[in-house]
């Protein structure tokens, strides 16, 4: 893989060559990590779709390996998930690494479409695969056009449990339980004006976890709010919904017109999570991109990355449980140098600068000390050799974490990509704690301990020089500054 390429990242996955979008099939067996992905063999736009396929031992080197699936007389191979299926139910083999598919067939959005659901097996740690015969298991609904993005998981004990599949219609998810992967009976759906309702619904992900400090779990509905959505940084994003599933279907436990945002930012989509990570470990990816200029962003060769994997987790909040997410321990094995700082008063007549220049794959975490201040901001900026600048920060009478991007160099490709977006954060303390991976054009930030996360593409064509943190009618106090170089 030719890493010296403007703007490719390398700690994040992305393509040797074209079109990505959704990750798919994730899975983990025999050591590997295996990430899936939309992906579109002929060129750097989206077009009719295959699943490509990569594997990592540590999360953070991929490497990419034959296209796992094909079009074929069924449709194009859209999004999906992928188990092993331990207990031979299905059949194919004890320890058959099965995916879920959907076959589309339609050329585009206005176009008329049918998409049904399908499986495909391997029996050699997904280097190889087989359709299943019988395909589709799951045929199109009458009067149904969106009906996609099959995520398979097994629910309750390893001898009296079933498999359930979570579905996305345009404005619900549905779900089916089978005990063999080939015969689904419906069994409930949950949707039809919950949360966020504009934009298609699209690629759901259901799992549970435990609430930190409890011994409570919930489960987490995670649901791609899809083209037309307005997510809060415009067009597409994901939201969550924390509840109960009792095997057949999903509730939650907020009011209808709660509404919880997995990312702030407007490049997280599509996220799914890891099936069998060791440890109990569950690990997000999502899509660093957004339907609404996707398809225009300056790189050339390779078109969409990958986020950083993300552990998540569940905490309680005063305003109830909100997911978690920070970036996965691996991450740690790639830390070179680092410089730190402690106890500088930051104040509007006195910014605190930090030479970044001699790379551009960085972590950087800022702790500030914000007592004494009822208003004002403080935050951090960077700048690049050509003149772009990103800057973030938080707003402490309004309680709103902000980043910009209208300076971040190539910004004109498409009129939503140039912005500041918001996220609203409540401190429990004095303290604003801040995480920034940066990685050449992917900028993610997580705040809070990761209560809220900001993942932005930047396209500079400068050389990374520096860090600013800065205080706008504020005095505040950096008790804490690390700047970390991450190695490849
Ligand atoms: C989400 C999505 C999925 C679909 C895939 C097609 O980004 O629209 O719903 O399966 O992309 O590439």
Request: with cysteine; proline share 6%; net charge negative.
């Amino acid at each position: 893989m030719d890493y010296d390429v403007l703007y490719r990242p390398v700690f994040h996955f992305t393509p040797a060559e074209h079109w990505i979008n959704d990750p798919n099939g994730l899975v983990y067996y025999a050591g590997e990590y295996h990430l899936f992905y939309q992906y579109h063999p002929h060129s750097s736009v989206w077009g009719p779709m295959h699943w490509g396929h990569a594997v990592s031992t540590d999360l953070m080197h991929w490497t990419e390996l034959p296209i796992a699936l094909a079009p074929d007389k069924l449709g194009d191979i859209f999004s999906g998930s992928a188990v092993i299926d331990r207990n031979n139910t299905a059949g194919f083999g004890a320890n058959a690494m099965i995916a879920f598919f959907t076959h589309h067939i339609g050329d585009g959005p206005h176009q008329e479409q049918t998409q049904s659901q399908s499986i495909a097996y391997s029996l050699d740690k997904g280097r190889t695969w087989t359709k299943y015969a019988g395909n589709p298991v799951i045929p199109p609904p009458e009067g149904v056009r969106d009906f996609r993005d099959p995520k398979v998981i097994w629910y309750g004990s390893e001898e009296a449990g079933r498999w359930v599949m979570s579905l996305a219609t345009p404005s619900a998810i549905l779900f089916y339980t089978s005990p063999n992967l080939m015969d689904w009976t419906p069994s409930g759906r949950f949707g039809d004006g919950w949360g966020h309702t504009a934009g298609l619904w699209e690629t759901p992900d259901l799992f549970e976890l435990s609430v930190a400090g409890t011994n409570e779990t919930r489960w987490v509905l995670l649901v791609g709010a899809g083209e037309g959505a307005a997510a809060p940084a415009g067009g597409t994003g994901e939201q969550y919904f924390i509840g109960h599933f009792d095997g057949q279907t999903f509730t939650s436990e907020n009011p209808a017109d709660s509404v919880l945002w997995a990312d702030y930012g407007p490049d997280a989509y599509a996220g799914q999570t890891w099936t069998d990570a060791p440890d109990g470990r569950r690990i997000k990816i999502s899509w660093m991109n957004n339907w609404l200029y996707a398809r225009e962003t300056p790189t050339r060769a390779w078109r969409g990355a990958m986020t950083v994997p993300r552990e998540l987790s569940l905490r309680k909040t005063p305003t109830g449980i909100r997911l978690i997410q920070q970036p996965v321990a691996e991450l740690d094995a790639l830390r070179r140098n680092s410089q730190g700082w402690r106890a500088v008063n930051v104040t509007p007549d006195q910014p605190f600068a930090v030479d970044l220049a001699d790379g551009a794959q960085w972590e950087i975490t800022v702790e500030f000390d914000l007592r004494g201040n009822q208003a004002g901001e403080c935050g951090l900026r960077l700048t690049w050799s050509d003149g772009s600048t990103v800057s973030m920060g938080y707003a402490i009478g309004e309680q709103r974490l902000w980043l910009d991007r209208s300076r971040s160099g190539a910004t004109d490709f498409h009129p939503a990509f140039s912005a500041t977006h918001d996220a609203p954060l409540v401190l429990t303390g004095d303290t604003l704690r801040l995480r920034l991976l940066l990685d050449h054009s992917a900028l993610e930030l997580f705040a809070d301990d990761g209560l809220i996360t900001m993942t932005e593409q930047i396209f500079s064509t400068g050389e990374l020089m520096a860090l600013e943190l800065f205080a706008v009618a504020a005095s505040v106090t950096l008790t804490q500054l690390t700047a970390t170089k991450l190695h490849g």
